[in-house]
Nanobody, 115 residues
Framework: QVQLVESGGGLVQAGGSLRLSCAASRNIFSINAMGWYRQGPGKQRELVAA???????NYGDSVKGRFTISRDGSKNTVYLQMNSLKAEDTSVYYC?????????WGQGTQVTVSS
């Protein structure tokens, strides 16, 4: 099992930056992949960014070039640096851990971008 705790959401103006953190309850390198998803009102949950245990990354088309996923193994934490934020980035952001066939989710953190 994996417990995930997100932090770092909040209110920011368009063009600004935020960094989200996701602390895992065990060694993140033992987890196949970790990532961030978001779900806006009335929308499906979508991939924002993901990183495998080998370090490969993947980004959603709408955030490429603006968001960066990274990790700190000493803290068992994955980060999402979000720059050049837009109003359409407003959403609840969820941390995800894919451990073989199982998916684990954090509680979500709200990001609101004012235009």
């Amino acid at each position: 099992q994996v417990q995930l705790v997100e932090s770092g959401g909040g209110l920011v103006q368009a063009g600004g930056s935020l960094r989200l953190s996701c602390a895992a309850s065990r060694n993140i390198f033992s987890i196949n992949a970790m990532g961030w998803y978001r779900q806006g009102p009335g929308k499906q949950r979508e991939l924002v960014a993901a990183i495998t245990n080998s370090g490969s990354t993947n980004y959603g088309d709408s955030v490429k070039g603006r968001f960066t996923i990274s990790r700190d193994g000493s803290k068992n934490t994955v980060y999402l640096q979000m720059n050049s934020l837009k109003a359409e980035d407003t959403s609840v952001y969820y941390c995800n851990a894919k451990d073989w066939i199982l998916d684990y989710w954090g509680q979500g953190t709200q990001v609101t971008v004012s235009s």
